[in-house]
Structures are given as structure tokens and as C-alpha cells.
């Protein structure tokens, strides 16, 4: 099988995020849609602050830095001075979620056409697994050692169902990431619908921005480092417990794209 | 390259936004505060009155924190953007002013001082010395500081301004107070062209070319050595611009920028009517500070005044240079230096 370079990543690029994340898989799934596209020589990356900080090591793709949690202020200002330019983020939930939340509601109320991929892990990752806005109730972390308490901290942040009470955002997409493990006898294998389900959503948020719509859709990933946890358990936990917690679902798709065979 | 000169009465915040527009403003990003609102509020009618091409963006934000980050995405792009704002607005975007620094984002931030700190009030004062010329943002970032002393240098600032933020690729910001922009002053607009400024290395999708990458964080200590060495020669290369007024003989020097110096110089010349050989020496650019050209200004006086409106901040900066007693006037609570007031002290 001949395997094709991608344009939107750097030929020599090694992948430094831990084994087992997803955050690699979604950085792929983002260069082959801006590939099949077309979409690559104008692309514009705004990096946020947290492990998908690092994918300009390996995306060969214009790159902004934003502050942490800023990243949806940062695309407003390229997209409003350059509209010809497709303009997304990957965050993470407690980059769009905590910090940011107040940036990313107001780019979404404005339906600024500009796509945010948010990578939910439920935990901070890059700072070592401290509690998220999207930490389930009950979930033990390095700032809840007894698990948090929605008593005193709330109950999560509920994204996709909070955009949707904005009229203005044209694509809003809950999917799982992370690959579902299936047991056959004495070994585990991993289904591949997940990951075909994401790569259809990083599509159809790119494509609902083409057409001039702001698109957003969360990822329930895994962090098993922080989670600490074994790859195959912190998948279970993904369809067990965030895929629970987090339906997966479309929530809207005003354009009509994800019905539109690609 | 000069088209017509006309004379005019104009409000500060109005000629400040004309020349905005005029210099080649591409975009405007702001959130409201008062006393800067103003000139937010004569852009959105220049915007809406097509006065130039280039200005297409006119945007209200959520907040500072927003602005300020818009503010970068612009300029990412390689548009010539700004913003104007107050002490409070401008702690809000101290965090922004620190990425572009390292990320080498140009942008330019008009701060119209108001009385601090806390929420003080919105008379003049020039509180935001110490935070605009030492501390904007951590880690060490900086900016270019602009001090006019009249509506026809704010002017003319403002395009220095959108030049510099592109030349050396930096936050500029013009530090000014609530006279300047709302006083009434006679002013020529010199119709120039719209400045033409530098874009291959900015954002925009990298079109067939090599991608452009505009980013401040550098993990590996021995790479962000080399970037911080090169920031720091890129800042050694910016020229502090100064005023003397009436200082080659003067015993008495008074120290003081923006506003305050204007009051100085009439003090100054009200004592050299008395005999007394006073001059002023203004320091146009706050940071980096023209301190040889003030060491060379005071070789001759006897006496060092510093006037400006808070309680001392500029006086450090003045002391550490001439390393000689320094006396200072300071005003504080939004009340500004009366010029009475000023030869009664220095009696």
C-alpha cells in the first residue's frame, strides 16, 4: 500500500504526545479534511494553551499562539481583517471551557465563521491532571483527591448544550474519539467507527465555515496518563463513563453538511 | 508627501481618529471606558462614512481581554490595527501585550490615563507611567511609549506609531490623559499618504510558500535564550526621542512629559521673565527613555524638577540617569499642575 504524504504536515514530524492520546489522531483527521478540501494553502492555525499547543511541530500550516483560552478572540481578528482565510483552533476543555468560555460564547453569538475543535479529556492535561470544567461528579484528580464535589464546584460545563442556546452558530457536533475496545477471547481490538465519525465531523465543521458559518465540535478523548489509568481501561472509560455523562449527538447542522455524502 | 493643509478646531479624540484613518487604520477593535471612549466613538462614524478604503474593520468587543486579543489576530494578519482604552482597560490586556511582544505582533494601544490605582476616577492623571514603561505584561515584555504633548503631535504619533509597530514588529502604545483628548485645539492635517508597512512574514495561510509561524512559546531554554538575544538587540535599536525647551542655559530644568510639560514651559518662560533661567526638558519617548539626552539637557542646571501627575514615577527614571538630587512636583487625584502652583514651589 503506497502511503501518501499529507501537505499539511511536516514529512520528518515525530509525535511527542503521550501513548494512548487522541490528540495526535485529531491533528491527522484535521490535515487530511483541509487536504480533501483543498483548503490547505490558506489555513490558519490559532494554537491554544494546553497539549494542542504543540501541533505546530507537526502541522505545516500558518500557526498564531493565543493566551490560554483567547484562541477564539485570535481567530475573530484574522477572520474579520482576512475573510478569505479558514481559520480554526484545537482546544482543550479547560482552555474553551474554564478560562476561555467567555471568548469562545461570544465568537459563537456572533457566528463568526471560524471552527473550534475542543478536545475533552475531562482533566487539565499539560498542567498534570487537575480537575476541568468537564470533570464528571465524582471523578478523583490532583485538586479533587476525593473526588469532585458538584456540591461546592457545580456540575460540569455542558458545551455543545450551551452553544445551543445561541441562534447564531451553525454546526454544533458531540463525537468520541477515543476507539472503542472490543474483547474477542484473549484479545482486545479497536473499532475504527470512532475515529471515521470524528474525521466526518472535522469535515463538516470546515466545510459549514466555507460556507460561512461558525462550527464547533467537542471530542471526548482520553488522558490515561492523568487519569492513571492502563490505554485499554482509559478507552472503556471513554464510552462508559464520558460517553455517558456527554451524549455524543449532532446538536445543529444548519447547512445540511453532515447529510451531504463528502 | 503633502497633498493640503487645512486648519482646524478639533476635539482630540476626533483629530486623533482622523489621523487613525488618514495613517492607513485598518482595523478598529475596543470596549468602552471613559476617558477613551471618544475616540471609539468618532471611528465608528468614520467607519461608517467610508473616509478610507483600507479602514474595513470596526469592532466592539466583550471586553479588554477580547480587544486585546483581536488586536493580535490582526495583527498576526499583518493589518495595521489599534485600539484606545484607560489604566483599567490596559491591566486587562497586559497578558495579550506579552504574547505579541515574543510572538513580534505588531499593535498599537492608545492609553488615556485616568486617576488610579483601583477604579480612582476618570480626571487626568498620569498614572500608568511605572506600568506602561516597566512592567506591561510578564516576563519581561515591553513596548514602544508614545507621550504627545498636543493634539497635533497625538496626530502625527499615531502614525509614527502604526509605523514603529511594523518596524520593529512590537505593542506601541501612545500614553496620553483625558486634556489632550478632550480639549479643543487648532490643528493642520497633513494629508499624507497611508503608511506602507511590511506583511510577507504574517498570517494569512502560507499560499503555496513557506507556512509562517508566529508564536511565543519555545520550549527548549538554549532556543528561547537565542530568541530572547535577538528581541533584545530588536529593542536596543529603538531611538528615544526628546524636547528642549530653553535648556542650554537653564539652572532650573523641569523634568515632565505629555500635558504636564506644556505646563512647564509656560512656567518656565514666566520665570525666565523674572530673571530666573529655567527650561524644560520633555522625553517624548517614555520608553525607551532619552536618558543621555537628558544627562546632556542638565549638565548646566543647578536644580532638577520633576512635575507630573501622580505621585512620583517618572522621577525614578530622571534620578537614575542624572544621579544627582532630583526635586519633584507631584499632582495627584486627577488635579492638574497649575502653572501658579508650579512657581510658588519653585520659589
Redesign the interface.
Given at each position: 500500500m503506497q502511503i501518501k504524504q499529507l501537505s499539511a504536515v511536516f514529512p520528518n514530524a515525530v509525535n511527542s504526545y503521550c501513548p494512548g492520546c487522541e490528540h495526535g489522531l485529531l491533528l491527522k483527521f484535521i490535515a487530511m479534511a483541509l487536504e480533501e478540501l483543498g483548503i490547505?494553502?490558506?489555513?490558519?492555525m490559532?494554537?491554544s494553551v494546553g497539549c494542542s499547543?504543540l501541533a505546530?511541530k507537526f502541522l505545516?500550516?500558518?500557526?498564531?499562539?493565543?493566551?490560554h483560552g483567547?484562541a477564539p478572540?485570535?481567530?475573530?481578528?484574522?477572520?474579520?481583517?482576512?475573510p478569505?482565510?479558514?481559520v480554526f483552533a484545537v482546544q482543550g476543555d479547560g482552555d474553551a471551557l474554564s478560562i476561555g468560555l467567555?471568548?469562545l460564547i461570544?465568537a459563537a453569538n456572533r457566528g463568526i465563521p471560524v471552527t473550534v475543535f475542543m478536545y475533552n479529556n475531562m482533566v487539565f492535561g499539560m498542567t498534570g491532571g487537575q480537575m476541568a470544567p468537564t470533570t464528571p461528579e465524582g471523578m478523583v484528580t490532583m485538586t479533587t483527591p476525593f473526588g469532585r464535589n458538584t456540591e461546592k464546584s457545580g456540575p460540569p460545563i455542558y458545551s455543545c448544550e450551551l452553544l445551543s442556546g445561541l441562534s447564531r452558530p451553525s454546526y454544533i457536533r458531540r463525537v468520541v474519539i477515543a476507539p472503542k475496545p472490543v474483547q474477542l477471547k484473549d484479545r482486545v481490538l479497536y473499532s475504527s467507527k470512532e475515529a471515521n465519525e470524528s474525521y466526518k465531523a472535522v469535515v463538516s465543521a470546515l466545510k459549514t465555515q466555507m460556507m460561512g458559518g461558525f462550527s464547533y465540535v467537542e471530542f471526548l478523548g482520553t488522558c490515561n496518563v492523568n487519569w492513571k489509568m492502563s490505554i485499554l481501561d482509559s478507552k472503556k472509560y471513554a464510552h462508559n463513563v464520558s460517553a455517558k455523562v456527554y451524549p455524543p449527538g449532532l446538536f445543529r447542522d444548519r447547512f445540511g453538511v453532515d447529510s451531504v455524502e463528502s | 508627501m503633502r497633498w493640503f493643509q487645512v486648519k482646524r478646531l478639533l476635539m482630540g479624540a476626533e483629530a486623533i481618529a482622523e489621523a487613525a484613518v488618514d495613517a492607513g487604520l485598518e482595523a478598529y477593535f475596543g470596549y468602552p471606558i471613559t476617558p477613551s471612549s471618544e475616540i471609539m466613538e468618532n471611528l465608528a462614524i468614520l467607519h461608517a462614512r467610508h473616509r478610507s478604503d483600507k479602514f474595513k474593520v470596526y469592532f466592539q468587543s466583550a471586553s479588554e481581554v477580547e480587544s486585546i486579543n483581536l488586536l493580535m489576530g490582526a495583527g498576526a494578519a499583518g493589518h495595521i490595527s489599534m485600539t484606545a482604552t484607560s489604566g483599567p482597560g490596559l491591566s486587562l490586556m497586559a497578558e495579550g501585550i506579552s504574547y505579541a511582544y515574543t510572538s513580534e505582533i505588531p499593535l498599537v494601544i492608545i492609553d488615556v490615563n485616568r486617576g488610579g490605582p483601583g477604579l480612582g476616577n476618570v480626571a487626568p492623571e498620569q498614572s500608568d507611567y511605572l506600568f506602561v514603561t516597566k512592567s506591561l505584561g510578564h516576563g519581561g515584555s515591553k513596548g514602544i511609549v508614545l507621550a504627545p504633548s498636543s493634539i497635533q503631535e497625538a496626530m502625527g504619533q499615531v502614525r509614527m506609531a502604526f509605523e514603529l509597530s511594523f518596524k520593529f514588529r512590537m505593542p506601541v502604545i501612545i500614553l496620553t490623559e483625558a486634556i489632550i483628548i478632550h480639549m479643543l485645539e487648532s490643528v493642520e492635517q497633513d494629508h499624507q499618504f497611508p503608511v506602507n508597512v511590511e506583511t510577507s512574514w504574517s498570517a494569512r495561510g502560507r499560499k503555496n510558500g513557506a507556512r509562517h509561524l508566529i508564536n511565543s512559546i519555545y520550549l527548549e531554554p538554549s532556543e528561547f535564550r537565542e530568541i530572547k538575544i535577538k528581541l533584545e538587540e530588536k529593542w536596543k535599536a529603538v531611538e528615544p526621542l526628546s524636547e528642549c525647551f530653553m535648556c542650554d542655559d537653564a539652572e532650573t530644568l523641569f523634568v515632565a512629559y505629555g500635558i504636564s510639560a506644556r505646563i512647564a514651559m509656560e512656567a518656565a518662560t514666566d520665570l525666565r521673565g523674572r530673571g530666573i533661567k529655567a527650561g524644560v526638558f520633555r522625553p517624548i519617548t517614555l520608553n525607551p527613555f532619552p536618558g543621555k539626552m537628558l544627562v546632556d539637557a542638565a549638565r548646566n542646571s543647578r536644580r532638577i524638577v520633576v512635575i507630573e501627575m501622580n505621585e512620583g514615577q517618572m522621577v525614578h527614571d530622571v534620578q537614575y540617569w542624572v544621579r544627582r538630587d532630583v526635586e519633584q512636583i507631584p499632582f495627584m487625584g486627577g488635579i492638574y499642575p497649575d502653572t501658579e502652583e508650579v512657581l510658588e514651589k519653585c520659589k
Amino acid at each position: 500500500m503506497q502511503i501518501k504524504q499529507l501537505s499539511a504536515v511536516f514529512p520528518n514530524a515525530v509525535n511527542s504526545y503521550c501513548p494512548g492520546c487522541e490528540h495526535g489522531l485529531l491533528l491527522k483527521f484535521i490535515a487530511m479534511a483541509l487536504e480533501e478540501l483543498g483548503i490547505t494553502e490558506k489555513a490558519v492555525m490559532v494554537g491554544s494553551v494546553g497539549c494542542s499547543t504543540l501541533a505546530f511541530k507537526f502541522l505545516n500550516i500558518d500557526y498564531v499562539q493565543a493566551p490560554h483560552g483567547r484562541a477564539p478572540a485570535i481567530m475573530t481578528g484574522i477572520k474579520e481583517v482576512e475573510p478569505e482565510a479558514i481559520v480554526f483552533a484545537v482546544q482543550g476543555d479547560g482552555d474553551a471551557l474554564s478560562i476561555g468560555l467567555q471568548e469562545l460564547i461570544y465568537a459563537a453569538n456572533r457566528g463568526i465563521p471560524v471552527t473550534v475543535f475542543m478536545y475533552n479529556n475531562m482533566v487539565f492535561g499539560m498542567t498534570g491532571g487537575q480537575m476541568a470544567p468537564t470533570t464528571p461528579e465524582g471523578m478523583v484528580t490532583m485538586t479533587t483527591p476525593f473526588g469532585r464535589n458538584t456540591e461546592k464546584s457545580g456540575p460540569p460545563i455542558y458545551s455543545c448544550e450551551l452553544l445551543s442556546g445561541l441562534s447564531r452558530p451553525s454546526y454544533i457536533r458531540r463525537v468520541v474519539i477515543a476507539p472503542k475496545p472490543v474483547q474477542l477471547k484473549d484479545r482486545v481490538l479497536y473499532s475504527s467507527k470512532e475515529a471515521n465519525e470524528s474525521y466526518k465531523a472535522v469535515v463538516s465543521a470546515l466545510k459549514t465555515q466555507m460556507m460561512g458559518g461558525f462550527s464547533y465540535v467537542e471530542f471526548l478523548g482520553t488522558c490515561n496518563v492523568n487519569w492513571k489509568m492502563s490505554i485499554l481501561d482509559s478507552k472503556k472509560y471513554a464510552h462508559n463513563v464520558s460517553a455517558k455523562v456527554y451524549p455524543p449527538g449532532l446538536f445543529r447542522d444548519r447547512f445540511g453538511v453532515d447529510s451531504v455524502e463528502s | 508627501m503633502r497633498w493640503f493643509q487645512v486648519k482646524r478646531l478639533l476635539m482630540g479624540a476626533e483629530a486623533i481618529a482622523e489621523a487613525a484613518v488618514d495613517a492607513g487604520l485598518e482595523a478598529y477593535f475596543g470596549y468602552p471606558i471613559t476617558p477613551s471612549s471618544e475616540i471609539m466613538e468618532n471611528l465608528a462614524i468614520l467607519h461608517a462614512r467610508h473616509r478610507s478604503d483600507k479602514f474595513k474593520v470596526y469592532f466592539q468587543s466583550a471586553s479588554e481581554v477580547e480587544s486585546i486579543n483581536l488586536l493580535m489576530g490582526a495583527g498576526a494578519a499583518g493589518h495595521i490595527s489599534m485600539t484606545a482604552t484607560s489604566g483599567p482597560g490596559l491591566s486587562l490586556m497586559a497578558e495579550g501585550i506579552s504574547y505579541a511582544y515574543t510572538s513580534e505582533i505588531p499593535l498599537v494601544i492608545i492609553d488615556v490615563n485616568r486617576g488610579g490605582p483601583g477604579l480612582g476616577n476618570v480626571a487626568p492623571e498620569q498614572s500608568d507611567y511605572l506600568f506602561v514603561t516597566k512592567s506591561l505584561g510578564h516576563g519581561g515584555s515591553k513596548g514602544i511609549v508614545l507621550a504627545p504633548s498636543s493634539i497635533q503631535e497625538a496626530m502625527g504619533q499615531v502614525r509614527m506609531a502604526f509605523e514603529l509597530s511594523f518596524k520593529f514588529r512590537m505593542p506601541v502604545i501612545i500614553l496620553t490623559e483625558a486634556i489632550i483628548i478632550h480639549m479643543l485645539e487648532s490643528v493642520e492635517q497633513d494629508h499624507q499618504f497611508p503608511v506602507n508597512v511590511e506583511t510577507s512574514w504574517s498570517a494569512r495561510g502560507r499560499k503555496n510558500g513557506a507556512r509562517h509561524l508566529i508564536n511565543s512559546i519555545y520550549l527548549e531554554p538554549s532556543e528561547f535564550r537565542e530568541i530572547k538575544i535577538k528581541l533584545e538587540e530588536k529593542w536596543k535599536a529603538v531611538e528615544p526621542l526628546s524636547e528642549c525647551f530653553m535648556c542650554d542655559d537653564a539652572e532650573t530644568l523641569f523634568v515632565a512629559y505629555g500635558i504636564s510639560a506644556r505646563i512647564a514651559m509656560e512656567a518656565a518662560t514666566d520665570l525666565r521673565g523674572r530673571g530666573i533661567k529655567a527650561g524644560v526638558f520633555r522625553p517624548i519617548t517614555l520608553n525607551p527613555f532619552p536618558g543621555k539626552m537628558l544627562v546632556d539637557a542638565a549638565r548646566n542646571s543647578r536644580r532638577i524638577v520633576v512635575i507630573e501627575m501622580n505621585e512620583g514615577q517618572m522621577v525614578h527614571d530622571v534620578q537614575y540617569w542624572v544621579r544627582r538630587d532630583v526635586e519633584q512636583i507631584p499632582f495627584m487625584g486627577g488635579i492638574y499642575p497649575d502653572t501658579e502652583e508650579v512657581l510658588e514651589k519653585c520659589k
